[in-house]
């Protein structure tokens, strides 16, 4: 029997995606790239984008149709707003939370498809109180409410990783920002914090296969330990064990964070990436604006004070790392005046690189209940505004590496030419002359040659010529 | 499978301020909160949820909140035909407008609201009545006052816009030109958009910096 799962949204829906094949798996389904050869469909919704919902009904009402054919069993998970999760119980087989995972062999199991898992025997009585407890919790799912529950559970599974040397490790689920663009905190639910000896459990698993590039996910990482009440260590205390257990590993690797919340970034978090070598020399520091009445309005919980003595400790503390940020333009209300703000901070902070978004509503957040009153026209105007302001900055970041030798991590081949790409420890795309595909998940040297704006290229050298120069 | 621990609130009464505005009041169900902090409602069994800011005391047995009904609103339209004895779905406290507990009793608080955006400060100062706090409420209307005599008289100050009477005619805008903040002041804001980024820039604009300002926009 076949599976097929479509994925949709951002890096957790991925990451989460890792851990639903092993499930589905252990039921004796086989994955296949073809969904219509599927006996078992599902999708890793995404409520936060219109387009994606768009996507999950389109995909549903097919499958709905299919089902006319052949036997077909559909389920929906992953980020759903309550609404949606209402509609979605009349059109799929299967709605579950994410954190309830290690039921769906069960809930397949109660939609009479017979697999090797399923096979064991339960009597009626027993089909029935599930069915009405399932009932139940779907409501309360419905509702948005304890989405997090069985998060525990979930974080228990071994993921299947989709790469050999790069994977990412949760750490943190949810959020309680209510930042009022985006509804996230309705679809997640509220921030729960995986134990920290199991994340340094899949973290050594990691290292010790030699993976070389390790994301920690979550919607506010830096937050990590907060709801825990002192039960559980805080986010720059979980650093510190990885870097302590990456000293004594001896290998090389590279720890990454995202995303981090200004309002929780303290200095410790920075003195501690500062201090261990395989914690990343890279941060990711959504900014969203550089106007403080924006940043009220956004509900951001930072001001811009708050943000330049970030900066401002990064730059003196790890004067190498590199620094990326999300910026937002054409928010609810922004003036001309409020995005020269922005502007200003792209100047004064230099950025490595920005993820710029011209805003759209987000069904479910508070500003959807707020006038979309940017034009679509301005709205394009400053993103490509700040788009080369940041072409800027990054292209001379980029001119300063040329010369100068790095270790890059090789991720695969390019896909046209016969060429190799990479990224730097500080993410920075490089693009190398070689077809050896061997080089493919190790760190190597590269000598830079040349650089764009948002990318470099360069040399592969080998040891003795390093030792020579 | 884990027992479901219930979020639903029974309505305990409605107390009518005005026409449009009202209080609910509901059970506490021993949920714990901080002052300034808010939740997120709305009818059980429907999916549509909004933020109001809890206005009863962190020593009430119940939770309230203070409600506009808004023209073609929904929520704020639902909750006004709410009956005591229906069930609300509730989820939170969230948010972090409130006081740090090393400011409570060393600061110097003004709080300025427009509208229902007083609510978090009826649970603030009746929470911490000792703190030192001036409030300032901007509505159109005198009947707008809501529950005044909640605070004490020398602390609160009603700028009513469109009617004499209250204790300052204006804007809260033209009450903070006239009587300039100190720097020190912690000033929380609440309530219209608006009024928030007027009061912002009058206070930056007498030397308030950043820090001391904190805000919490409702629409
Ligand atoms: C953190 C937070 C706390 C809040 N606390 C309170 C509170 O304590 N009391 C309270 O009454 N409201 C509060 N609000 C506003 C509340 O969440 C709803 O937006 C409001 O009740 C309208 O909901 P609705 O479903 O009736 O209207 P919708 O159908 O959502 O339509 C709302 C429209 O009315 C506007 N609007 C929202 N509030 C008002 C208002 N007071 N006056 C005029 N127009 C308005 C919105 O911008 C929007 O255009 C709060 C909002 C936030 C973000
Ligand atoms: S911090 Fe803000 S933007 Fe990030 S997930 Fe939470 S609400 Fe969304």
Same mark, same amino acid.
């Given at each position: 029997m076949k599976y097929h799962i479509i994925t949709l949204g951002c890096q957790m829906n991925l990451s989460d995606t890792g851990r639903t094949k092993p499930v589905i798996e252990s039921m004796g389904y086989e994955w296949t790239d073809n969904e219509d050869e599927a006996q078992l469909v599902g999708i890793l919704a995404c409520s936060v984008r219109q387009k994606a919902i768009d996507k999950v009904y389109a995909r549903i009402h097919k499958w709905n149709?299919?089902?006319?054919?052949?036997?077909?069993?559909?389920?929906?998970?992953g980020c759903i707003l309550p609404a949606d999760r209402e509609k979605f119980l009349k059109l799929f087989d299967i709605v579950f939370p994410m954190s309830e995972l290690q039921e769906l062999p069960e809930m397949i199991r109660q939609n009479g498809i017979v697999t090797p898992v399923s096979l064991k025997v339960v009597n009626q009585q027993e089909d029935l109180v599930f069915r009405n407890e399932r009932v139940e919790q779907l409501k309360r799912s419905a509702a948005g409410l304890k989405l997090n529950e069985h998060m525990s559970d979930f974080w228990h599974i071994n993921p299947a990783y989709e790469s050999k040397f790069e994977a990412f490790v949760p750490i943190q689920n949810g959020c309680d920002k209510f930042c009022t663009f985006c509804a996230v905190p309705y679809t997640r639910g509220r921030e729960v914090s995986r134990p920290s000896t199991e994340i340094l459990e899949e973290v050594k698993n990691l290292v010790e296969q030699d993976y070389k590039s390790?994301? %920690? %996910?979550?919607?506010?990482?830096?937050? =990590?330990?907060?709801?825990?009440?002192?039960?559980?260590?805080?986010f720059p205390e979980l650093l510190r064990l990885i870097g302590k257990?990456?000293?004594?590993?001896? $290998?090389?690797?590279?720890? =990454?964070?995202?995303?981090?919340?200004?309002? #929780?970034?303290?200095?410790?978090?920075?003195?501690?990436?500062?201090? =261990?070598?395989?914690?990343?020399?890279?941060?990711?520091?959504?900014?969203?604006?550089? +106007?403080?009445?924006?940043?009220?309005?956004? &509900?951001? $919980?930072? &001001?811009?004070? $708050? =943000?330049?003595?970030?900066?401002?400790?990064?730059? $003196?503390?790890?004067?190498?790392?590199?620094?990326?940020? #999300?910026?937002?333009?054409?928010?609810?209300?922004e003036t001309d005046e409020q995005f020269e703000n922005t502007r200003r901070i792209m100047e004064e902070f230099k950025y490595n690189m920005a993820y710029i978004a011209q805003y759209s509503v987000r069904p479910g957040a508070t500003s959807s209940r707020w006038d979309d009153d940017v034009p679509k026209e301005v709205k394009k105007q400053r993103y490509h505004t700040l788009t080369e302001d940041l072409m800027k900055t990054s292209h001379e970041h980029n001119k300063a590496m040329v010369g100068k030798t790095y270790r890059v991590l090789v991720r695969?081949?390019?896909?046209?030419?016969?060429?190799?790409?990479? %990224?730097?420890?500080?993410?920075?795309?490089?693009?190398?002359?070689?077809? +050896?595909?061997?080089?493919?998940?190790?760190?190597?040297?590269?000598?830079?040659?040349?650089?764009?704006?948002?990318?470099?290229?360069?040399?592969?050298? &080998?040891q003795t010529e390093l030792q020579s120069a | 499978m884990e027992t479901i621990t219930h979020n639903k609130y029974t309505v305990k009464k409605i107390r009518e301020l005005t026409k449009s505005t009202y209080v609910v009041r509901m059970e506490r169900n021993g949920m714990a909160f901080i002052p300034g902090q808010n939740l997120n409602l709305g009818l059980a069994g429907d999916t549509e949820k909004r933020d109001y800011s809890i206005y009863s005391r962190k020593k009430d047995d119940y939770l309230e909140i203070l409600v506009k009904e808004?023209?073609?609103?929904?929520?704020?339209?639902?909750?006004?035909?709410?009956?005591?004895?229906?069930?609300?779905?509730?989820?939170?406290?969230?948010?972090?407008?409130?006081?740090? @507990? !090393?400011?409570?009793?060393?600061?110097?608080?003004?709080?300025?609201?427009s509208g229902t955006g007083i609510a978090p400060f009826h649970s603030i100062t009746g929470s911490f009545p000792e703190i030192d706090f001036t409030l300032l409420h901007g509505v159109r209307y005198l009947d707008e006052t809501y529950e005044k005599h909640d605070y004490p008289d020398d602390r609160y100050i009603s700028c009513?816009?469109? @009617?004499?009477?209250?204790?300052?005619?204006?804007?809260?805008?033209?009450?903070?030109?006239?009587?300039?903040?100190?720097?020190?002041?912690?000033?929380?804001?609440?309530?219209? /958009?608006?009024?928030?980024?007027?009061?912002?820039?009058?206070?930056? !604009?007498?030397? /308030?910096?950043? !820090?001391?300002?904190?805000? !919490? /926009?409702?629409?």
């Open positions: 149709r299919a089902k006319n054919q052949r036997n077909l069993l559909t389920f929906v998970t390790i994301t %920690l %996910l979550g919607q506010n990482v830096n937050s =990590y330990g907060l709801d825990k009440k002192g039960e559980e260590v805080s257990m990456g000293k004594a590993s001896g $290998k090389e690797f590279w720890v =990454y964070f995202t995303s981090p919340h200004p309002r #929780d970034m303290t200095d410790e978090v920075i003195e501690v990436v500062a201090q =261990y070598d395989c914690l990343a020399k890279q941060i990711h520091l959504p900014g969203q604006s550089g +106007d403080d009445k924006v940043l009220i309005r956004m &509900n951001r $919980k930072h &001001n811009m004070e $708050k =943000y330049r003595h970030i900066v401002h400790t990064i730059r $003196k503390l790890i004067p190498r790392a590199t620094l990326f940020t #999300d910026i937002i333009v054409g928010f609810t209300g695969g081949k390019e896909r046209k030419g016969e060429f190799l790409s990479g %990224l730097t420890e500080g993410r920075i795309n490089v693009r190398i002359p070689s077809t +050896d595909m061997s080089l493919v998940g190790q760190i190597v040297d590269i000598k830079i040659n040349s650089a764009t704006e948002f990318s470099l290229a360069g040399d592969l050298i &080998n | 808004v023209e073609d609103g929904l929520v704020s339209k639902q909750l006004k035909r709410i009956n005591p004895g229906d069930a609300l779905e509730v989820d939170g406290p969230f948010g972090f407008f409130t006081l740090k @507990e !090393e400011h409570l009793y060393s600061k110097k608080f003004l709080f300025i609201s009513i816009s469109q @009617e004499a009477g209250g204790d300052f005619h204006g804007r809260v805008t033209d009450y903070i030109k006239q009587h300039p903040v100190d720097k020190d002041t912690l000033c929380y804001l609440c309530g219209n /958009v608006n009024m928030i980024y007027d009061v912002f820039d009058i206070l930056k !604009e007498q030397g /308030v910096p950043s !820090e001391n300002l904190h805000a !919490e /926009v409702y629409f």
